[in-house]
């Protein structure tokens, strides 16, 4: 039967390789992308729905990311860390990480916004948070997370990552998980963060592309395995070799020896 042919080392080889990467793209690389869309329109419809819902205590509703919280409390700039290696609007920046002790005595951690680095990596002087009790317009983030331990440098404490269990470690207070980002104009805001940009992004695009490659190697698996089958294939055993240039060239001189003769 001609389907043995397709049982040749290099052919196996090749179907392997190919449904190996249709299976990936499915399995991987679409889901991947599917995910990181989800993910970036659950950002964006909790930001647009904060435009929406104006500021509560906090406390006195759900902490769901984004959301606009009010609160009253003091800051503790000795327990302030610097989150180092950090990106805002394409340039690389420190963000400023201050406790923040709220009425009934918890402590939650405040991003003041952040600071551009002087002179390389160095950080730069910056104001330091006002005293006695303020009232702060934030919007509730979820806290990051690192193994790395906070360490000194250039006279400030610094993190990896905005994680106030690190932070809380550091400076020897409790802080309660998650933290507060500061809108403009609030007391002790430095550099306000920008809000993610509201757009879909290239990833639903993306998770189609996958798909339609993996689909496309599939397809083209398909179509070769059909045609090789077929009497003349490539792979057949009996197929006539193929003839050079100078072959044809000599059987045409040959012909024309003969029929002078």
């Known amino acids: ?69 009010t609160l009253a409390g003091t800051y503790l700039p000795d327990g302030e860390a610097l989150a180092r290696l950090r990106t805002v609007q394409g340039n690389a920046a420190f963000e400023v990480l201050t406790p923040f002790r709220l009425a009934d005595g918890s402590v939650v951690l405040v991003d003041r ?32 997370s690192t193994e790395r331990a906070a360490f000194e440098e250039d006279g400030h404490r610094q993190v990896y990552a905005i994680d106030p269990a690190v932070v809380g470690r550091a400076a020897n207070i409790e802080i309660k998980p998650g933290y507060l980002q500061l809108e403009e104009g609030s007391p002790g805001v430095l550099g306000a963060l920008p809000l993610p940009q509201l757009e879909a992004g290239p990833f639903l695009s993306y998770a189609l592309q996958w798909i339609a490659f993996g689909a496309m190697a599939l397809l083209g698996l398909f179509y070769f395995t059909w045609r090789e089958i077929k009497p003349g294939g490539s792979l057949a055993e009996d197929k006539p070799k193929r003839q050079s240039v100078a072959e044809i060239l000599a059987e045409d001189e040959a012909r024309e020896r003969a029929a002078s003769a």
Do not use: I, K
């Open 1 to 69: 039967m001609r389907l043995r042919l397709l049982l040749r080392p290099g052919w196996l080889m090749l179907a392997l390789v190919v449904v190996a990467f249709a299976v990936t793209c499915f399995t991987l690389l679409a889901p991947w992308q599917f995910q990181r869309h989800d993910e970036r329109q659950a950002t964006n419809d909790a930001v647009q729905a904060s435009f929406d819902a104006p500021p509560a205590p906090l406390g006195s509703v759900p902490s769901d990311q984004w959301r606009r919280v």
């Open 113 to 144: 916004g952040y600071v551009r680095p002087g002179e390389g990596v160095r950080v730069p002087n910056y104001a330091q948070p006002p005293s006695g009790q303020v009232n702060l317009l934030a919007r509730v983030r979820a806290g990051e």
